[in-house]
């Protein structure tokens, strides 16, 4: 028997008890008949229940995602401010980001260099409502990642951009596309 096969019916076997199969298995001892109904059994168990468990844990984190767009959205016109990580306080791009998704139950670090190391890189192309779009501004040259946003779809993304101006949606023009460092999922 292989040692690839080996391993799999004795795991098999260890899941649906049956501790005689897995030590002939080991021995490398023929076995007549097995029951498949177990083995199909733990093979749903095993290997299908975690691809649906998965599946819905993937819906709900889009869910918060979205969600977390949502919240952006309502502190539009909300005045940028250096530092600033509430609705009465202002935001900066990082804080406007950190508020919406702690307001969605997912915890987010502080700054837009942190948030881009916290995320899964993700093709431009894919990007759905939620994730995270990292931008490098002339403003800061010290640090690769200087700004963030949130994806709303349909090329637009949501961002506190500067002192003097308030949270807004912008597009992905020109401007933006040239300063796009990446794009994150959580």
């Given at each position: 028997?292989?040692?690839?096969?080996?391993?799999?019916?004795?795991?098999?076997?260890?899941?649906?008890?049956?501790?005689?199969?897995?030590?002939?298995?080991?021995?490398?001892?023929?076995?007549?008949?097995?029951?498949?109904?177990?083995?199909?059994?733990?093979?749903?168990?095993?290997?299908?229940?975690?691809?649906?468990?998965?599946?819905?844990?993937?819906?709900?984190?889009?869910?918060?995602?979205?969600?977390?767009?949502?919240?952006?959205?309502?502190?539009?016109?909300?005045?940028?401010?250096?530092?600033?990580?509430?609705?009465?306080?202002?935001?900066?791009?990082?804080?406007?980001?950190?508020?919406?998704?702690?307001?969605?139950?997912?915890?987010?670090?502080?700054?837009?260099?942190?948030?881009?190391?916290?995320?899964?890189?993700?093709?431009?192309?894919?990007?759905?409502?939620?994730?995270?779009?990292?931008?490098?501004?002339?403003?800061?040259?010290?640090?690769?990642?200087?700004?963030?946003?949130?994806?709303?779809?349909?090329?637009?993304?949501?961002?506190?951009?500067?002192r003097g101006k308030t949270?807004?949606?912008?597009?992905?023009?020109?401007?933006?596309?040239?300063?796009?460092?990446?794009?994150?999922?959580?």
């Open positions: 028997m292989h040692r690839h096969n080996w391993t799999f019916t004795t795991i098999f076997c260890v899941l649906i008890n049956l501790p005689s199969y897995s030590v002939a298995a080991e021995k490398n001892k023929k076995i007549q008949s097995i029951d498949t109904s177990m083995l199909e059994l733990a093979y749903q168990q095993l290997v299908l229940n975690h691809t649906e468990k998965t599946k819905q844990l993937q819906t709900q984190q889009n869910h918060l995602k979205q969600r977390a767009a949502i919240i952006a959205k309502k502190q539009l016109k909300i005045r940028y401010r250096w530092g600033g990580a509430s609705p009465k306080k202002g935001f900066d791009c990082s804080g406007l980001i950190q508020y919406s998704f702690k307001k969605a139950n997912i915890s987010l670090p502080r700054t837009a260099a942190s948030q881009y190391e916290k995320t899964k890189r993700i093709p431009l192309a894919q990007m759905q409502t939620g994730d995270l779009i990292f931008f490098h501004t002339p403003r800061r040259k010290h640090v690769r990642v200087n700004h963030v946003g949130i994806y709303l779809g349909k090329n637009q993304f949501i961002h506190a951009p500067r949270v807004t949606i912008a597009k992905l023009n020109k401007y933006w596309k040239r300063k796009i460092v990446g794009a994150g999922r959580i």
